[in-house]
């Protein structure tokens, strides 16, 4: 590791050890949403537990079973988006492993594939090649997401919750800004120390960074409320221009989800109405 920046964002197709008993192994899929790729991790020395298999693709997951030196424990699935969890078959197949997870919704978006073998209970230990991780419920971007705490290190697995370099995306219904917060706060009381996502470089100062984060969405959320304010009646598309103002427009496409979170969000406090494809300010 002596040549090697744990905090430089990582390459399409890498193998790096980012920690003391973790390994990161970057997915061939780049792209807008996902960066360089989905980052797995492998955690733990003998029978390490494997976070997030990443794509279905056999360069990738030979490369994963290669650094778990051809054991697995556990496969950890911190959602079941089809960036995060379609490698989970592969290597169940060639490991016996068990897939850990929460069922998936309904609503389209997800692995069709995917089939955990067993839950995970909030606060849950697993035992990961000689580590301890912790299970976390972080519904928000995906109602059955999960993080893990490598409670040792401090090192949280924060699969689509935090990322770095982008703003996760949050689709309603399953996706929920309110819970998203929620979820958000309660990281940051936890003894976090550093940021291992599913997506881009690892970051160190958690709490800054989950504090930065929380600001951000805030910052947005008073965006769209002013935004209804100033008009008292408006749908979604009137508003997008000027909410996302700073935001290229060819990222508007997927900035759209995450405003109709953020109104959610505002209906069910009660400071805006939707009526049809019409949002009516209510006030604070
Ligand atoms: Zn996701």
Not at 151 to 156: N, Q, R
Not at 197 to 217: Q, S
């Amino acid at each position: 590791m002596a040549d090697f920046d744990p905090w430089a964002p990582p390459a399409t197709g890498t193998v790096q050890q980012v920690a003391a008993a973790v390994w990161r192994i970057v997915a061939p899929n780049p792209s807008p949403l996902t960066g360089p790729g989905t980052n797995t991790y492998v955690v733990g020395t003998e029978r390490p537990v494997v976070i997030d298999p990443g794509c279905d693709d056999t360069g990738h997951l030979g490369r994963v079973l290669e650094v778990a030196g051809g054991v697995v424990s556990r496969i950890v699935c911190t959602h079941s988006h089809p960036d995060h969890s379609p490698g989970a078959r592969w290597l169940k197949e060639r490991t016996g492993a068990p897939v850990h997870g929460l069922p998936a919704p309904d609503d389209g978006h997800q692995d069709p594939g995917y089939a955990p073998d067993a839950g995970l209970a909030h606060g849950e230990r697993i035992e990961a090649g000689g580590e301890a991780l912790r299970a976390l419920h972080t519904p928000g971007h995906a109602s059955n997401h999960v993080c893990l705490l490598l409670e040792e290190a401090g090192l949280l697995f924060t699969g689509d919750h935090l990322m770095s370099g982008s703003t996760v995306i949050i689709i309603p219904p399953d996706g929920s800004m309110r819970l998203y917060l929620e979820s958000l706060r309660e990281l940051r009381e936890l003894p976090v120390s550093a940021l291992a996502p599913g997506h881009g470089a690892l970051m160190p100062k958690a709490v800054a960074e989950i504090e930065r984060v929380i600001g951000h969405r805030l910052a947005r959320e008073e965006k769209l409320a002013r935004a209804l304010g100033t008009r008292r009646a408006a749908t979604l598309e009137d508003v997008l221009p000027d909410v996302y103002d700073d935001v290229p427009k060819f990222m508007h496409v997927y900035a759209r989800y995450s405003l109709l979170a953020h109104a959610v969000k505002l209906v069910e406090e009660g400071r805006a109405r939707v009526e049809g494809e019409v949002y009516r300010w209510l006030g604070d």
